[in-house]
């Protein structure tokens, strides 16, 4: 009788293992107990610097960006869900009398995952879809934060004499969280995740 539990037991133990939905499903039930708990600071991100150089006729930026999640949205990405992490670049040409038009508006999504089987972390830029594996989230947070010659336009398509504004913002897109999970989401500070908009001379 005691082989037969224990045969269950190990049994129950790889199914919970190999079955991300099961583990989310309990991770969603106690966040819902979590949640009406008292008020914790949320996470932040801060845009630490951002400036742009000239090399072989072209403008690119560099940026770092600091990112400091909520236990709560840790816990989640322990558990298998996904984060959508984006930034948001706006390059305007900045006039004396009439509003600044905006010369190229750009977004760069990442995607940031655990992987269960290999307790390491995996980080996907969306746009090009290049990956990267990291054993330690802090290096996937360091490597998602930084910016590094990044392409902003020809020096050749631009204004010579007018001066450009850079902008950049960074946020956790909610909109992309599991469908069980965007409720709590939306109404829990621990998961309204965004720095302010940084503004540096581009030109």
Known sequence: MQTVFTTLSWKKEKL???????????????????CSSACVQAGSVTIDFASSTLVDQSYSADAFIDYKFD?????????GVPLRIDIFLRIKRSRNWLWDPVVRNETISYKLQRLALSDHYLLTNLDGE???QFQYLDEALRTLGTISKHFLFDHSTIESESSYIGFIK???NIEELPPPLRPIAYFSPQWQVESKWYKWLVK
């Not at 293992?17 to 989310?24: G, N, T, V």
């Not at 236990?71 to 990405?77: G, K, M, N, P, Q």
């Open 130 to 132: 290049n990956k990267e």
């Open 170 to 172: 960074s946020e956790l």
């Open 16 to 34: 919970e293992m190999l079955c991300p939905k099961f583990i989310l499903i309990q991770f969603l039930s106690g966040l819902l107990i979590l």
């Open 71 to 79: 236990d709560e949205v840790l816990t989640a990405l322990a558990h």
